[in-house]
Each structure stands twice: as structure tokens, then as C-alpha cells.
């Protein structure tokens, strides 16, 4: 048996076992068995291929199973497609096709020249007794070069030590140098061409520079394209030695300041650049010079007087520089807080541009420049002035552009906002806000040129505060809000409207769409007004979204489904109370838009739902009302304003109201809000006081429309004690009197909606009863009747009175004038319906209207107060007074504002002492008096006669109409409303009263100036003055005259 190979023994010895087995013949002690290949059939799997086994094994035969498995298909063996495509002849030598396929490296690397090696000597590596050569370290190796900054491999050290050795073998000593040069003085150095005389270096290296350069530093000959370029460039160098050599100390020096003058300063100092690239060499030569001075003595006097030339000639240059530097170094030393140090670490090289910042900022420009700045504005929104010298700490300074000027500029804001920090975007939101804020109030109106909404529009400022809404940030969105909100929103806006919400026809919805004239008049001259509907909303559909905000913004952002992410937000992220006021503010301002922006409201899936049951719920935590307690979260608790946006949302139409007292259970939450005192309710007094306001306002728009009635009579208790609790309102000790009032004046205008849905019940009744089949559908008789209202007039007329009596006190009537305005409407309203039932005596009626005009309103016209309502028509008129109207500084047309921010002024006509609304209110009374008895006309005569009525009339019909503005308009209307009243008086008074025929002429000037400024909305005035008015034969005198002598001309 033979042994294994053992460690130490050499191929040698394998070989030598090798040829020993073979001798011994013996059996090896593993065999190769090959099996039949199941792909090929069983032509080729027969026993006679099989090789012939050694041993004898044991093997079970089944009789009639063949040694193969079966193939699983019926199919023909596969076959290689290789191998069919392959045709062999039987003559070809196998060797030859091998040969032919093969694909040796000789195929890719061809014409293979070995380097010649015979010059080389061979050295042998150093025999050792180890069998792998020794490892070694790298610290081990002596560094030859000396390593600068940052690491270096051990070949970058290996290439650096032969690349000195280099150089120093080369470099002639200085004693060879000096003997070379005394010998051949003429061979100038190239420092006299013309590139070296503009590139003096320094004051030292000036004179060893002019004798080591051998080459022109600045023309190399690259760019001729020739072989003889290097030498073109010599003989040009040559040329501007000898141009030197002949010139004198002074040529020299006037030629250098003319190209210094001439050459453009950057191409300076690339040129400095290039002399200082060849310097390194040279500086080695200088320190192997000990005595300059004296090699310098032993020059030839003609090049020494070339090198004086020289060195006078840089002297200028070089003084500049070291200016430059000293400045720098001063700069530096004074300026920079930090003075950097070169054992620090990457301050060996300073760098004065980087650390510029690190200096003292320099005083901002005085105001006396005309020249315009850019606006700048602190963290409050507030305008900094361009003098202001404002201290650092503050946070205002930065390093953009005008660095020395505290504050930021739009543009800055604009940057900020969509910065990747949060902190970033959230401050430039709400400062952009306070911005908008501060604008809108008109701060900035004589201070800025140009309007600073409208710039902030055109540059993409409402679809900023759009995407900053999406952020998932919350004080993002939360930023976004505010911001948004200051941009619609005005507080004074809604103030003034819940103000005149107890006026005449004041709770009629007033649309905030913009007046966009110019987008109307496109193609749309042709067609009807349903076409033209139509037409503008489908051109709406298909404009982009900015094409749409660009002259409505609230359209635009529905557009965008704004109403969708404040749902999300409201309902989901679930803000701080402030947050939640704003939103409740900015889809108020939508609603206020057109009845279409109400349906997109309430189309909008689960708003009104989260609204109602988050911020209208029917119980909460009473700890809400205890003083001191801070509300974190307003979710779940009671909230006027929630309230406040169902009211205006319901006054976008009929069917919006039905839709939220029926789909949304509004029913149970007016319940629930006004039948409990607000003293009662678990919240602040003023907060409650707010609710039980707003409650009444939605009762009474849903009464508008003759709904909600049924809960009249299961309310009524609550209304009577109401009622009954007004006198208590004239003491004032109420700590609320002013919300109370409004509470007081909101129940009334309810009453008053009531009482006129009451009064066309008998009326409905007898149609419904009346009614044929043929006909259409019936309207329904309201679930209130007139015996159910009819016991309000006493308590309503006896309050009247006692705040009559406070007419004289200034200052009660103008808190009580709300209430008094509501009251006498409410009279109006029941006298008119009093007299049309069929349940009522006639006489029984026109003996009321007696007393109530003998009682209240003759000795009410009688008063020295009444005299001086009529003496401030004139100053509180806005046909008088247009600029009482005018649109803000600040406003903008694509977004409809009343220009009420900052408040009305007293004067006014929503002012605190306009006569206007209990005027307007104290006519319709009369009015409806005279139509119903014909018989009273005569007793207020004296109506028509007060002077400042007439003065008013007569101004107010000569002076032109100011610009039609959303503005104007709302408050026009009130105004024609007050005017129509009085010529409709008039009107009554010229068939009954000889008297008042005097002032004919003045009352058809008026009615015809009214007939021409009417606005849309008024049509139903328009027909009564041309009917009753305009063409009125008792309103034009000479008329009548004519029309007895020219029967042509007689009116019928």
C-alpha cells in the first residue's frame, strides 16, 4: 500500500508515487461509473457502452421494466439546436476545426512588442531562509520629502523625493551661476521683455528674478501651430530686450504708466498671476545668493543701469500692493470681532472675502436721498424707515442684500416661506400676515408707493398661503390660516354688517363679488341673461386657477377645494381655538360671496357636519365659563361664530336654509341656544350673549322664508319673557348693554319676520281652499296664524314709547337706536298685515292707526331731536359726501371689502350718530299708515317741510353718484331706500295737500335721478317710481298746463 504525501516532500516525489502505482497495477480507490443519458433514447443506453464493473454488486432486475425510465410525453427526443446547425464533413481534421473556432488572446492583443530588457541589469533577490519575503511596515521607511498639509501614499512620497533629487542634480550651484554671467553679459535675462516689466513681484525678489529667468514667463508659442514656435517665442523675447536695452530710465517709466493706464486691471492681475507661478525656482536661487549687493556691483554697467531702470519702474506697483495689503491686514485687525490666528487649524491661508461678514455693519444711507429704497418690514409686519439705525439683537439683520438695513424685504419673505426649516416658513408666513394686516388699515398708504396687496397678488401671494395650507406641519397650516385670514377677513366689515342687520331690508344678503366688467363684456353682448350665466360659468370651469383669482379670489380658491382642507384641518388636525376662529371667519367670507359659494359649502362632504357637531354641540364642560379657566381646544364647546356662518350661510338662498334646518338638525340647536338664558348657558357672558344673538339672527332669516315658524309656538314663552324684560334694558344695568341690545333688536327683527309670514296665512288658506286641480301645486299656509302673533304689538309699542323718552340723552339713544329701529319696523310690518285680515273690523284698524298717531308719532315729530336728525341727513349722506365711500387705500378689485377697517366715522351713514336708519324705518312706518287711512295724510304734513330734509334732497340730487364699489353699494342702498320712502310720502301728499305742490319740482328731480342710480337688486323700487313717480302729472306742474292747450301732450 503506498503512503499518503507527507509536509516537505517536492513535485519530484509526487512524481515518483505517481510512477510506482502505475507499476503495481493496483485497483485505484475510487472509479468513474458513467450512466446512460436518458436524452438519447435507447439505440445509445444499451449494456455494451457501459463500461464493465469491478465488483460484483448485488442488483434486483424486475422482469418486463426496461433499465430506463420511460419518457413522461409521447414526444421525439430533443434535440440540439447547435448541434443540427453544424454541418461536419467526415474527411475534416478535427484539429483544424478547433483551431479555426478558437479565440485566443492573440485575437484581442495583436502585434505584441516586448520591451528591450537587454540593457537592464537583472538583480536577484536576496536569498533568505524564510519561504515568503519579510513584511514590513511603512513607518519603517525614511520619508524623503518633508508632507505639507493632508496625507500622502507612499508612492506620492517615493515620486516627490526622485522629483527633488531631480531638480537639485540639475540646479547649477551659485558660483557656477555668478561665472556664467560675468562671462557672457550680453545674454540678458528675458525679465527685460516687455510681459516681465508690467509683473513685478516684490521689492526683494526683483533683482534675483531679472538674472535666474531664462524664458519668457508669459509668451510660450503654444498657439503658432509650428515646430519652430519655442524658438519664434526666444526671438520675440530677444526683440523686447533689445527695445529695452535702448531705452532710457525715464522711457521706461512713462511707457509702463501708459500700458497701466490703458490695460484693464484683471488683466493685471492675471499677469501677476503668471510671473508668480515661476517664482518657486527662482526663490531656491536666492537663498544660495549671500551677497546680492556685491554680484550686483559686478554686472556690466549697461545692464546694471537696465536693472535700475527696471527696479524704479516697479516701484510703483509694488507701493500699491503693499497698500492693498496694509488695508487688508487693517481691515482685518479692526473690523473682525475675531481675529484669526495661523495655529488654527485651516486659517494659515485667510481668506478676507469669507470673513467679510464678521464685520461691523456700516451706517445706513441717510433720508436725504431721493433715490427709492426697497421696503423693509420688522417681525410685527411694522415698515422700518430707510434711516432707522436699529440695534443688531434684535433679529432683523441678516446677510442678504442691503445688510446694514434692519428688517426684511418681500422678496426675503418669499424666500423664507418655502424654506426647509419649519421655524423659517412659519415666522415669514405670520410676518407676511401682519404685513397684509398693517396694509389693510392703510399704515403704509403714504409711506409706500404702489399698493402692497396687489403686488403681493401679482407675485403669486394666494397660492403661496394655498400650498402652505397642504404643509403637514401644524404651525405651518397654522401660519397659513392667519395669513389667509388677514388677507380676507376684515372684523370692522363684519362689525358694521351685524350692525345694520336690524335695518330696513338689512338683513337681506348682499353678494361680495367683485365688479369684473371687463371679463363680462367678452362675447356676451349677444346673449340673454340665463345664457350669459351659463356661458361665464363654464369659461370659469375651464380657466386655470390664477386666471380665475386674478379678478375674484374667492372663486379662485374654490377653485382649488379650499373648503376640502379646512374641513380636513378643522376635523382632523384639530387647531388651537384661534386657528379655528380664523377658519369659521374665512369660509363666513366665502358664504358672503353668492349663493354659488354657499352650495359648494354645503356640497362639500361632512363640512356643515364637523361645524355643527364640533362647535355647535348641545352640552359641554361647564368649566368652559369659569373665569381664568384657559381653553386649549375648542372642539367640542359652543362658538358663536360657528353659529354666525350658519346664519350667513342660510341667507344664500331658500333651499340652503331648508337644507340646514332639515339635513343638519338646526332645528334642535336654535332649541337648544334660545330657549336658555345666556346667563344660563355654561360659557363667558359675552360669548353667550353672542350665541343667543346669532341664534335669533338664523331664526329670523329661516322666518324670511316662512320656515322654522313651527317652533314659534313652542318658543313663545321664552320670546314673551324676552319682551317683557326690555324696560330693563333703559336703566343700563346690564354690564353688557351694548350685546344686549343687539340680542333685544335680533328678537324683534325675528317677530317682525313672523308676524309678516302670519299675516299671509288666512291669504294661503283660502287659495289652498280654492284651489282646482287643474292648477299647480298649492303653496302651503305657514304653521303660524295671525291670533298667534297678534298680542306682540302691545308689548313691542308700549317699550317704544319709554325709549322715546330718552330721545334728548345723546348718548342712551345712540346705544338704544338699534332697538328703536326694530320697533318701528315691527309697527310698520303689523299695521300693514293687521289690516288685510279678514278676522279684523276695519274700523277697529283705521281707529288704531288714529291713536297710534296721535299718541307716539305727532308728539314724536314735535321734538327739537327730530329737527336735528333731518339738520344730519345732509353731513351723514353718501351722495353728498362721496369720499365717505371711497374704497380703502389698500383695497383691491378682485377681492369685494366694504372699506370699513379702522371704522366709520361718527358722520356717517353707518355711523354711530346717523339718522339714517331710524328715519328710514320712522317713513316706512308712515308710509304704511297713509296707504291704509288715506284720512292721516294730512297730519304729517310736516314731514315734507323740515329744512333739512329739503336741503338734502336738493344736494343730494345735483351732486353726482360716487364710483360703483361694493362699498358704495351697500351703503347706497340704505341711502335709496330713505329717499324712496319720502317721495312715495310725497306722492300721497300732492293729491291731498295743496300745499306740498311747491316742492314738485324738486321731488321729480330727485325721483328721476333716483330712477337712474339704482343698482342691481332694486328692481322691485324701480318699477314703483315709474309707475308712481317718474311720470306723476301732480309732480310736474307746466306739464299740466300744457296738457290743457295741447291735447297731443296730455299724459293719461
Not at 488695508?327 to 467679510?356: A, G, S, T
Not at 424654506?419 to 405670520?430: F, G, K, N, P
Amino acid at each position: 500500500m503506498l503512503s499518503r504525501p507527507k509536509p516537505g516532500e517536492s513535485e519530484a516525489d509526487l512524481l515518483r508515487f505517481q510512477n510506482q502505482f502505475l507499476a503495481a497495477r493496483a485497483s485505484p480507490a475510487v472509479k468513474i461509473v458513467k450512466k446512460a443519458d436518458k436524452r438519447k433514447g435507447k439505440e445509445r443506453s444499451t449494456d455494451a457502452e457501459r463500461p464493465p464493473l469491478q465488483d460484483s454488486k448485488d442488483v434486483v432486475m424486475l422482469d418486463g421494466f426496461p433499465d430506463s425510465l420511460p419518457a413522461l410525453t409521447p414526444a421525439p427526443p430533443k434535440k440540439s439546436k447547435v448541434k443540427s446547425a453544424s454541418v461536419h464533413f467526415e474527411d475534416e481534421d478535427p484539429e483544424e476545426r478547433l483551431e479555426s473556432h478558437d479565440r485566443h488572446i492573440t485575437a484581442v492583443f495583436s502585434k505584441i512588442i516586448e520591451r528591450d530588457t537587454s540593457a537592464v541589469a537583472v538583480t536577484m533577490p536576496v536569498p533568505t531562509g524564510d519561504p515568503f519575503p519579510r513584511t514590513f511596515h511603512r513607518s519603517e521607511i525614511k520619508s524623503e520629502v518633508q508632507l505639507g498639509s493632508g496625507k500622502k501614499s507612499i508612492f506620492a512620497q517615493k515620486m516627490a523625493a526622485k522629483r527633488a533629487a531631480e531638480k537639485a542634480a540639475t540646479t547649477p550651484s551659485a558660483a557656477e551661476f555668478v561665472e556664467v554671467r560675468s562671462a557672457a553679459p550680453d545674454a540678458l535675462d528675458p525679465v527685460g521683455s516687455m510681459g516681465e516689466t508690467l509683473l513685478p513681484s516684490s521689492r526683494d525678489d526683483k533683482d534675483d528674478d531679472f538674472l535666474t529667468s531664462q524664458h519668457p514667463c508669459l509668451i510660450t508659442g503654444e498657439g503658432l501651430g509650428s515646430q519652430k514656435s519655442e524658438q519664434e517665442a526666444q526671438a520675440i523675447h530677444k526683440e523686447n530686450l533689445e527695445k529695452l536695452r535702448s531705452m532710457s530710465e525715464e522711457e521706461i517709466l512713462q511707457e509702463q504708466a501708459r500700458l497701466l493706464a490703458q490695460l484693464d486691471p484683471s488683466l493685471v492681475a492675471f499677469l501677476k498671476s503668471r510671473r508668480g507661478n515661476n517664482e518657486g525656482p527662482k526663490k531656491e536661487l536666492k537663498m544660495e545668493l549671500n551677497r546680492p549687493e556685491e554680484f550686483v556691483e559686478s554686472l556690466p554697467v549697461a545692464q546694471h543701469g537696465v536693472k535700475s531702470s527696471l527696479s524704479m519702474q516697479e516701484s510703483g506697483l509694488e507701493e500699491h500692493e503693499r497698500k492693498e495689503e496694509s488695508m487688508k491686514v487693517e481691515i482685518m485687525d479692526d473690523d473682525l470681532p475675531v481675529k484669526p490666528r495661523k495655529e488654527w487649524i485651516h486659517m494659515d491661508n485667510v481668506e478676507f472675502e469669507k470673513l467679510e461678514w464678521m464685520k461691523d455693519l456700516p451706517s445706513p444711507r441717510q433720508k436725504k436721498t431721493k433715490k427709492g429704497m426697497q421696503a423693509r418690514f420688522s417681525l410685527k409686519g411694522e415698515l422700518i424707515p430707510a434711516d432707522a439705525d436699529l440695534p443688531t439683537h434684535l433679529g432683523l439683520h441678516h446677510h442678504g442684500e442691503e445688510a446694514e438695513r434692519a428688517g426684511y424685504s418681500l422678496q426675503e419673505l418669499f424666500h423664507l416661506s418655502r424654506s426647509q426649516v419649519t421655524q423659517q416658513r412659519t415666522l415669514a408666513l405670520q410676518v407676511l400676515g401682519c404685513i397684509v394686516q398693517r396694509a389693510r388699515a392703510g399704515e403704509f398708504a403714504s409711506s409706500l408707493k404702489g399698493s402692497v396687496l396687489r403686488l403681493l397678488l401679482d407675485a403669486g401671494f394666494l397660492f403661496l398661503l394655498r400650498f402652505s395650507l397642504d404643509d403637514t406641519v401644524e404651525n405651518v397650516m397654522a401660519a397659513s390660516v392667519g395669513a389667509l385670514h388677514a388677507l380676507l377677513v376684515s372684523l370692522d366689515d363684519e362689525k358694521y354688517l351685524d350692525w345694520t342687520f336690524s335695518w330696513y331690508q338689512g338683513m337681506a344678503a348682499f353678494p361680495f363679488v367683485p365688479n369684473n366688467e371687463e371679463e363680462e363684456e367678452e362675447e356676451e353682448e349677444e346673449l340673454n341673461g340665463t345664457e350669459k350665466s351659463q356661458n361665464k360659468k363654464l369659461k370659469d370651469e375651464n380657466k386655470p386657477d390664477p386666471d380665475v383669482a386674478r379678478y375674484d379670489v374667492v372663486k379662485g380658491l374654490l377653485k382649488t377645494r379650499i373648503q376640502h382642507r379646512l374641513r380636513y384641518i378643522l376635523e382632523v388636525v384639530r387647531p388651537v381655538p384661534s386657528v379655528v376662529l380664523d377658519i369659521l371667519h374665512i369660509l363666513t367670507h366665502i358664504a358672503r360671496h353668492s349663493s354659488e359659494a354657499c352650495s359648494q359649502l354645503l356640497d362639500c362632504p361632512r363640512l356643515i357636519e364637523t361645524i355643527v357637531r364640533e362647535f355647535l354641540p348641545t352640552q359641554w364642560d361647564p368649566k368652559v365659563a369659569e373665569p381664568g379657566f384657559l381653553l386649549t381646544s375648542l372642539h367640542g364647546v359652543a362658538c358663536a361664530s360657528a353659529m354666525k356662518f350658519i346664519r350667513v350661510l342660510a341667507s344664500g338662498g331658500r333651499n340652503a336654509t331648508a337644507r340646514l334646518l332639515n339635513k343638519f338638525e338646526m332645528k334642535s340647536r336654535l332649541s337648544r341656544f334660545i330657549a336658555e338664558e345666556p346667563l344660563d348657558v355654561p360659557l363667558p357672558r359675552e360669548e353667550a350673549t353672542r350665541l343667543s344673538t346669532e341664534s335669533f339672527r338664523l331664526w329670523a332669516v329661516a322666518a324670511g322664508y316662512g320656515q322654522a315658524c313651527d317652533l314659534y309656538s313652542d318658543l313663545y314663552p321664552v320670546l314673551v319673557r324676552i319682551l317683557q324684560s326690555l324696560p330693563e334694558l333703559l336703566s343700563g344695568k346690564s354690564p353688557v348693554v351694548e350685546l344686549s341690545v343687539q340680542r333685544a333688536a335680533a328678537v324683534v327683527t325675528l317677530l317682525t319676520h313672523v308676524t309678516q309670514t302670519a299675516g299671509y296665512a288666512a291669504e294661503l288658506q283660502a287659495k289652498l281652499s280654492s284651489n282646482n286641480s287643474e292648477d299647480s301645486e298649492p303653496i302651503p299656509p305657514p304653521p303660524v296664524v295671525w291670533s298667534q302673533v297678534s298680542g306682540l304689538q302691545p308689548f313691542l309699542e308700549t317699550s317704544l314709547k319709554k325709549i322715546l323718552q330718552q330721545l334728548s340723552q345723546t348718548e342712551t339713544w345712540q346705544t338704544l337706536q338699534p332697538l328703536t329701529t326694530t320697533c318701528v319696523i315691527f309697527l310698520g310690518v303689523y299695521y300693514s298685515a293687521y289690516s288685510q285680515q279678514p278676522s279684523v273690523n276695519p274700523v277697529d284698524c283705521l281707529e288704531e292707526l288714529e291713536r297710534l298717531t296721535s299718541e307716539v308719532l305727532q308728539p314724536l315729530l314735535s321734538q327739537p331731536a327730530i329737527d336735528s336728525m333731518w339738520d344730519l341727513l345732509r353731513p351723514c349722506s353718501a351722495l353728498c359726501n362721496p369720499l365717505s365711500c371711497s374704497p380703502a387705500p389698500e383695497s383691491v378689485s378682485s377681492i369685494a371689502s366694504l372699506s370699513c377697517t379702522g371704522g366709520k366715522p361718527p358722520l356717517s351713514l353707518v355711523g354711530s350718530k346717523s339718522p339714517f336708519p331710524f328715519l328710514t324705518a320712522l317713513l316706512f312706518l308712515i308710509n304704511n299708515i297713509t296707504h291704509i287711512h288715506k284720512g292721516l295724510t294730512s297730519k304729517y304734513s310736516s314731514v315734507l317741510g323740515f329744512r333739512g330734509l329739503k336741503d338734502y334732497l336738493h344736494q343730494s340730487w345735483q351732486s353726482g353718484p360716487p364710483s360703483v364699489t361694493p362699498s358704495s353699494a351697500w351703503i347706497l342702498r340704505h341711502e335709496y331706500h330713505l329717499q324712496y320712502f319720502v317721495l312715495a310720502l310725497a306722492q300721497r301728499m300732492a293729491g291731498t295737500c295743496p300745499d306740498s305742490t311747491q316742492h314738485a319740482s324738486l321731488h321729480h328731480c330727485v325721483a328721476m335721478a333716483l330712477l337712474s342710480r339704482l343698482l342691481p337688486g332694486s328692481e322691485h323700487l324701480a318699477h314703483e317710481v315709474l309707475l308712481d313717480l317718474a311720470f306723476n302729472p301732480e309732480f310736474l306742474p307746466f306739464l299740466c298746463l300744457l296738457s290743457a292747450t295741447l291735447p297731443l301732450l296730455r299724459i293719461t
